[in-house]
């Protein structure tokens, strides 16, 4: 069994469900959870999840008026958690908020409000339901995107996903490539090349875990985490 861990958001059960049933077995970890990085050392791969922005000052930029804090203690935690993962080349799919902190704990930096410095964005905040598709992108063939997604994809390249975020990746972290954009230019997905799976995505697959569109992103993880545990 792979053992997944999860870091905790304040809504955490749609990640665990959907890893669930992609075959791993979650367990949660934070900062306030004792124990949380001897969990991660045994653990075989990660998630990280949706929430509040990532405090601008990690990146080197002021606050802007729209700044909503994740929990406290949340930053420093999860920048711990990516460089522990990248320096062990843990299995990791970051998602939404996970994605931007990945960048930013890797040296990138993020669009802080789409809609004030995105001119002509489509809606990335469509709320409910939480599986209402909210735009399409577009994504990069001869990606591990692509291939983890592949059924999912019409006309050669476009995939419809949910969409609540008012942030997103501006300048990619070395290492990472671009794999997905949506229609007004918003880094949508990208993926740290060198890594044996390293994913993320800016969109929520874990809220389709009934239906399963997206259970092949958490299959993939699931897939590098066993396998590295073998
Ligand atoms: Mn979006």
Redesign the pocket.
Known sequence: MALIAVAQSRRTADYLEAIRRAGGEPIEISASIEGSMDVLARADGLVLTGGGDVDPAIYGEERHSTFEAAEPGRDEFEIALVRAAMNRDLPCLAICRGMQVMNVALGGSLVQD?PDQVPGA?N??VREPRYAI??E?WVSPDSRTFELLSEHIEDGEVCQ?????HQ?VKRAADGFEVTAT?PDG?I?AMEHTASSFCVAV??HPENFWRTGEFRTLFEGLVRAAKSRSA
């Open positions: 789409i489509v990335h905040a909210a735009h992108v996903v949910n969409s609540r975020h997103a949506s918003v949508e800016q969109w």
